[in-house]
């Protein structure tokens, strides 16, 4: 898999890191090798810290109660991510675009990428498809990729969850 890197596979591995973060170097290459990102350089410690932060960063993102302080959030992230595009070819991928520096570190790469990312998905879907799942035990964050803009759950399961409890509150009447 090719990851576009500032489209929606971005936000939505921002949203997996977020709702299950890394807990060491080891797991975070592994789980950004999986969603296919390369990895150009090894992966530190100081990626792991930096990641945390833009994984906090994005969460403050998600949890903006409204579209201007989701914005405004999300414009001071762009500006601490901040750099010159520049085409680049990695073996095998063809020639694309890069927001950010040659040769930076993974944990600065993850920060322009859920920067960019979530932006491209905001302004290109909607400044609402950045959530919280609404079934009240679940505060899982995910990026609203529907064709409708209308989803409400973080997966199937929670949907399938709260229709049951729909449901049963139906049929006892409450």
């Known amino acids: 898999m090719h990851l576009n890197p500032y489209g929606e596979d971005a936000v939505n591995l921002a949203a997996d890191l977020a709702n299950r973060r890394p807990e060491s170097v080891d797991e975070l290459a592994e789980r950004c090798s999986s969603a296919g990102l390369a ?3 090894k992966v530190t410690a100081d990626d792991l810290d930096r990641a945390q932060v833009a994984l906090n960063l994005w969460e403050e993102i998600v949890d903006a109660p409204e579209e201007q302080d ?5 414009n001071r992230m762009l500006a601490e991510a901040a750099a010159h595009p520049r085409l680049t070819s990695h073996p095998g991928t063809g020639w694309h675009l890069h927001y950010r520096d040659a040769e930076q570190p993974i944990g ?3 920060f322009t990428l859920f920067a960019v990312g979530t932006a491209l998905h905001l ?6 498809r950045l959530r919280r799942c609404e079934v ?5 964050a995910f990026a609203d990729t529907s064709r409708t803009g209308r989803q409400r759950y973080c997966s199937q399961r929670c949907a399938n969850r709260d229709a049951v409890r729909r449901h049963r509150a139906r049929a006892s009447g409450s």
């Open 39 to 41: 990895l150009e350089c």
């Open 70 to 74: 989701r914005a405004d959030r999300l």
């Open 108 to 110: 600065s790469v993850l």
């Open 123 to 128: 302004t290109s879907r909607g400044m609402h």
């Open 136 to 140: 009240t035990n679940c505060n899982t």
